[in-house]
């Protein structure tokens, strides 16, 4: 096997595995699991959509990527911690393009009376609410961007959950990655292999079938002796 068609085999590996755990998550997750933060980080349950309340996210710490060309960026990772914890270890990050919560980008250097109403006014909006969305694979977010998010936010536990707000599973995208990731291993095993040309020389007279002879430019039957 070539080593573009190792690279090719395991790539497919990779989609096929992915395709699968969406299709997994689609398949047991028909409903969100709704219940509180707090009750979630005792619980240790394997639900991917979920529906968290007393939820008290902090927009004024959240970390953020920018990708090459981008000035302002997409989406945020924002610290989220159950209501009435004011410290501890921070457990779950809410990934989100609320465009309310992306403007603090622009307000950060922004001391002016205006902005710091804004700014109040999201601290309270989020004091207490509730998080809806899909917990996110190292598929989703590497382990390079969860390092990089990880190094910009403080008091992070041990093992921190990002959930994807507004995102729930899709059956159709969990199949369509799967059949996607089987059709390219598919390709990287058999696209090598060739099929073996017999030439087209006098057949054996053991196998009983006439044999053909050249004679003078045209072509005539010679019979087998038996």
């Not at 028909?30 to 996210?57: D, F, H, K, N």
């Not at 009435?84 to 393009?97: D, E, F, I, K, Y």
């Not at 992070?156 to 059956?171: C, F, R, T």
Request: proline residues 5%.
């Amino acid at each position: 096997m070539s080593g573009f068609r190792v690279l090719f085999f395991f790539v497919g590996l990779v989609i096929t595995w992915v395709g699968g755990q969406k299709t997994l998550v689609a398949l047991r997750d028909r409903e969100p699991t709704a219940m509180t933060l707090m009750a979630y980080e005792q619980s240790g349950i394997s639900a991917a959509w979920l529906s968290l309340a007393e939820c008290q996210v902090s927009p004024v710490d959240a970390a953020y990527l920018l990708r090459a060309g981008e000035s302002i960026p997409r989406e945020v990772f924002i610290p989220v911690r159950p209501v009435g914890r004011a410290g501890g270890p921070v457990n779950l990050l809410l990934q989100t393009s609320d465009p309310k919560i992306l403007s603090l980008v622009s307000l950060q250097h922004d001391q002016s009376p205006a902005a710091m109403n804004q700014i109040a006014t999201l601290l309270r909006e989020n004091s207490n609410r509730q998080i809806n969305g899909l917990v996110q694979s190292t598929f989703d977010v590497t382990s390079k961007d969860r390092d990089k998010l990880f190094a910009n936010i403080s008091a992070l536990g041990k093992d921190v959950v990002i959930i994807k707000e507004g995102a729930s599973p899709s059956l159709g995208v969990g199949l369509a990655t799967l059949t996607g990731g089987l059709g390219v291993l598919a390709i990287s095993i058999f696209s090598g292999q060739k099929s073996k040309v017999n030439s087209l020389g006098e057949f054996p007279a053991s196998a009983g079938i006439p044999s053909t002879q050249v004679l003078g430019g045209a072509i005539t039957l010679k019979t087998p002796v038996a």
